[in-house]
């Protein structure tokens, strides 16, 4: 009797052991419920743990995105923008300026996730993460880097097929203006005006990587660039009358009327500007702000549009 008490023992206690393997073991994998899991782009592992409810953007180039996603109603708080600033998030609380967020104003919308701009906020990460707040860092800057944070943002949102449409619709715009211009290499240089002065804009910036979607050679390509900015080099004339590129764009920040005004007369006055081909015959061409100052985000689409459209208008009538 004794040794059938002791079997039975024996097997209850397996039973128990057994039911106990589900949990994690030192070094072994751990079973997670998570809602998602999203590898930002500063090559962080963000785990939300269910659907973010409340979320605050320190960029206006995340706004439109988020509504495309069904993420609309999420967002609780976003920066002061001039431009690219939806009808929803007008009335939304202010957290700042897109360069001078105030992580007090941010904490103050009780966010449980704040998307944070790459290359401007990053700070803002180790004081809301102190805070219980989960952040996910995110680069807006190319067509590449809007196509996966689309999708990234669809993940947040629980919206995945919208995403997925939506990049599909934009690669389909894109594609459909690069079968309406002839598919001549041009030879392109992208010149950046601030009241600082002049720099070129290599291929990762907006109107670079505009330019090369269209299938055009920037002039400034491999150059090196500038110490605090990987997507710009320094300005020369010199070095732009050897390129001597087909094509100039011009992109600013500041009032473009005036930028516009003073650059046409530097050329029109000076004969090593008038030795390049674009100003010699005419091929200079100003592009708009609100595409090209900042990340157009889903308007990418446009922005290729609009510098095709300098260059071969008649094909767009």
Not at 83 to 108: C, F, H, N, R, W
Not at 218 to 226: D, H, I, Y
Not at 259 to 273: L, Q, R, T, V, Y
């Amino acid at each position: 009797m004794k040794k059938i008490l002791f079997l039975m023992l024996m097997v209850m206690m397996a039973a128990v052991i057994s039911g106990c393997g589900s949990s994690p073991s030192a070094g072994g994998p751990v079973s997670s419920s998570s809602y998602a899991v999203i590898t930002d782009d500063l090559g962080r592992e963000v785990v939300l743990a269910k659907k973010p409810e409340r979320i605050v953007v320190t960029s206006a180039s995340f706004l439109e995105p988020l509504e495309a996603v069904d993420g609309a109603k999420l967002v609780v708080g976003r920066p002061d923008s001039k431009t690219k600033m939806p009808a929803y998030a007008k009335e939304l609380p202010s957290v700042g300026k897109v360069y001078q967020i105030d992580a007090e104003k941010v904490l103050a919308c009780n966010p449980d996730l704040v998307i944070i701009n790459k290359g401007m906020n990053e700070k803002l990460v180790d004081a809301l993460e102190s805070n219980g707040v989960k952040t996910l860092v995110l680069d807006m800057k190319s067509y590449e880097d809007v196509k996966r944070e689309v999708g990234i943002l669809a993940q947040v949102t629980g919206a995945k097929e919208k995403g997925e449409q939506l990049v599909a619709d934009m690669d389909a715009k894109i594609q459909a203006v690069r079968d309406k211009i002839p598919q001549d290499k041009r030879r392109v240089s992208v010149i950046h005006s601030t009241n600082q002065g002049l720099t070129v804009q290599l291929e990762g910036s907006i109107a670079g990587s505009v330019a090369k979607m269209l299938g055009w050679e920037n002039v400034a390509a491999g150059t090196t660039p500038l110490e605090k900015n990987p997507d710009a080099a320094p300005y020369s004339l010199e070095t732009l009358v050897a390129q001597n590129p087909e094509l100039i764009f011009v992109t600013s920040m500041g009032k473009m009327d005036a930028i516009k005004s003073e650059m046409d007369e530097e050329m029109k006055g000076n004969p090593a500007w008038q030795s390049v081909q674009a100003v010699r015959e005419g091929k200079v061409y100003y592009l708009p702000q609100d595409l090209f100052l900042l990340s157009p985000g889903i308007h990418y689409p446009e922005a290729v549009e609009v510098m095709a459209k300098c260059v071969y208008p008649e094909v767009f009538q």
